[in-house]
């Protein structure tokens, strides 16, 4: 109980003070459309539509240790995902070198991951993930780098996490600076710019408070 309170309580209070020292909670946005539903749900005796959010849709990729990953991977889970390339000169090793601080973070919570797909697979098969993630020291068994056919993250990318990822030379790539947070819905719920120390310690906050949320929503305690 002492451990979750030190890592979640920090992110509730953050969302509680507010400026001027206003006491308001705010609960995590969700992106992408949305549609009203036919079916209702009550709120204090009033019918209210429910909404259909976007959320992703299956994939099959495959891990730096040779592991097939799938959306049932993350099943009851929160995950963080970036976009990246091993061959990529300048913000890629930032982005993943803060994903790995994170990752350090919640080394004991069952049930955040942090996640990097490579946009350029043809050249970042297993065997290079592998020797990538190993060049960085004390990741845990919940830190992925993901490869697999251009046409499926490519079609990720762009429908399921809403960001851009194209080759658009022999060395060049086009792909989103941005860690993407997704929660057990798989529901897009945060992008915060992956080389900004604001932008990740905003997401730090921001895990503790959609952990508290799942926690709030029935699911199980993992620590």
Known sequence: MILVLVLVVPGFL?????????NRYQQLNIFGDKTVAKTTHKVKGKAIPDTIYHTLADFKL???????VSLSTFKDKIF???????????VCKLMNENANVLDSLYK????????SITVNPKQDDVSTLKKYADGFKGLTP??????????????????????????TGPNDFVYSDKLILIDAQKRIRGYYTGASSKDVDKLNDEIKVLYLEE???GEPAVY
């Open 80 to 90: 963080v995902v970036n976009f990246f390339y091993t061959g990529c000169p300048s």
């Open 142 to 167: 919940k830190r992925m780098f993901l490869t697999g056919d251009t046409s499926t993250i490519y079609n990720l990318a762009r429908t399921g996490f809403l960001v851009n990822a194209l080759q």
């Open 215 to 217: 926690v709030r929503n």
């Open 14 to 22: 953050y969302y509680l003070l507010d400026a001027h020292g206003k």
């Open 108 to 115: 004991k919570n069952k049930m955040v991951y942090f996640v």
């Open 62 to 68: 495959t891990d730096q240790n040779g592991k097939q």
